[in-house]
């Protein structure tokens, strides 16, 4: 060391600075994301001007509508915006877990999310993306987290329990605890879900007071994050992405369809049905011809397809969950296999063709990485994991997001992250240079 010069030491020097000013910059500023999912909050609102989305659109950006994978379910819709996969690469392809081969079927919506093989396929949802990748990762009853995907739970759960309380949760004690995880743990992401509007939807409908009522509440709970967001310090790190996981349309008294009105039960090996507007079965071995002919002509409002005659902008059918025979009714109309003289009927519903404008959803984000007073024209659900990941500098998973669908709703595009990664070359090569004067 004793021949080392003066000039060289406080080069040295100058050049440990710089690399730690710059990495310390980029942990101290680095963006968050809070996403919340407000079930069936159609892209219209159900006509309702609500102040705090309003407010969304005027600091942030607002679609003109998302276009939500098919089926328009609950389940295959959130994970779907979870990990940017559609359905058929995603596998959880209906909102009840089944096995046809076992003939095995959850008895509920609230018991598939403990299936561990209905979402461990190979999908990755933004929580294991970010934990994968030494971030902290919350979430808040949200499709998918109760199990382990690739190995890997949330670093903090709220989980979805199966009689379903856990939905009584208030919308003001997620977001709190949400801000918590943030604030005193430094997460860099939370997923929360909100069952509202959908329970009351179906309850209600899509006219009544009662929805709308329900509609402010989430309105009120989205005003009350912002300004907890304020009150904490975190508006320009924290980018809040609202969507919703499809639309919602009232179902007409007396339209049903009822399959058993047209097949024989004997005649179905297994069957997906009695659940939504649209139905999928196996045939008993000798009937596949039949049944499917028959179920081809027996309403014009029931539209019926072989699997391999799917639809490819459903991107639903390359999948072997999917059952060999498949079919959904138009918009306001029931699907049953039979009718009990006790069963009761949902007021309004979803499930049906992602191609109904009653069945678009909406998209609001405000952040610093978003564009103010912005409106974006159509995209799809699959863009909102990568969206993500780029926010929080994150390498996505493979998905079938476009950046190209979204990209003009960013003001920023991790300028920060490439600053860095151009300025410690830089600086380098300042060193290397400098050092090789006095060599």
Not at 16 to 21: F, L, S
Not at 124 to 149: C, D, F
Not at 198 to 206: A, C, E, M, P, Q
Not at 429 to 437: N, R
Request: overall charge negative; glycine content about 8%.
């Amino acid at each position: 060391m004793a021949g080392i010069s003066v000039s060289k030491i406080s080069l040295m020097v100058w050049f440990v600075v710089c690399i730690g000013v710059e990495t310390a910059s980029v942990t101290n500023d680095k963006e968050k994301v809070i996403f919340i999912l407000a079930d069936g909050l159609r892209w219209d609102r159900f006509g309702q001007a609500l102040p705090n989305f309003i407010k969304m659109e005027e600091n942030g950006v607002k679609a003109d509508w998302l276009n939500g994978v098919f089926m328009t379910m609950t389940i295959p819709s959130t994970f779907s915006i979870a990990t940017g996969l559609y359905p058929e690469s995603h596998g959880a392809v209906h909102n009840l877990f089944f096995n046809a081969t076992s003939g095995e079927k959850s008895p509920s919506f609230m018991a598939t999310m403990n299936y561990t093989e209905w979402f461990d396929t190979g999908a990755e949802p933004i929580w294991v993306t970010t934990i994968l990748q030494g971030g902290k990762a919350g979430t808040i009853l949200y499709t998918g987290s109760n199990v382990p995907i690739k190995g890997v739970q949330p670093t903090k759960n709220i989980p979805i329990n199966l009689s379903g309380s856990c939905f009584g949760l208030p919308m003001g004690d997620r977001i709190d605890t949400a801000l918590s995880w943030m604030t005193d743990e430094d997460f860099d992401i939370v997923v929360i879900y909100f069952n509202l509007p959908d329970f009351n939807l179906h309850s209600y409908g899509t006219e009544d007071q009662r929805t709308f009522d329900t509609l402010h509440e989430v309105d009120e709970a989205i005003g009350y994050l912002f300004d907890r967001i304020d009150e904490e310090g975190l508006t320009d790190i924290v980018n809040v992405i609202i969507a919703s996981d499809h639309g919602h349309i009232n179902s007409e008294v007396g339209k049903h369809v009822l399959l058993y009105d047209y097949i024989n039960s004997s005649d179905v090996e297994f069957i997906v049905a009695d659940y939504g507007p649209c139905f999928q079965l196996n045939p008993v071995d000798g009937k596949q011809d039949e049944v499917y002919t028959t179920l081809k002509s027996a309403h014009p409002a029931l539209t019926v397809y072989k699997k391999e005659e799917l639809p490819e902008r459903y991107h639903y059918g390359n999948n072997e969950r999917v059952l060999d025979i498949f079919g959904c009714v138009d918009p306001g109309w029931h699907l049953h296999t039979t009718i009990q003289g006790n069963d009761t009927f949902l007021i309004s519903d979803h499930g049906y063709d992602n191609k109904w404008m009653v069945m678009k959803s909406s998209f609001y984000a405000q952040g610093p990485h978003f564009k103010k007073n912005h409106r974006a024209t159509p995209f799809e659900s699959v863009d909102i994991y990568s969206m993500i990941c780029e926010i929080l500098s994150l390498h996505p998973a493979p998905n079938n997001g476009s950046r190209e669908r979204y990209e003009a709703i960013f003001a920023i595009t991790g300028a920060a992250n490439r600053s860095v990664s151009a300025t410690v070359p830089i600086c380098v090569f300042l060193f290397i240079t400098s050092m090789s004067l006095f060599m």
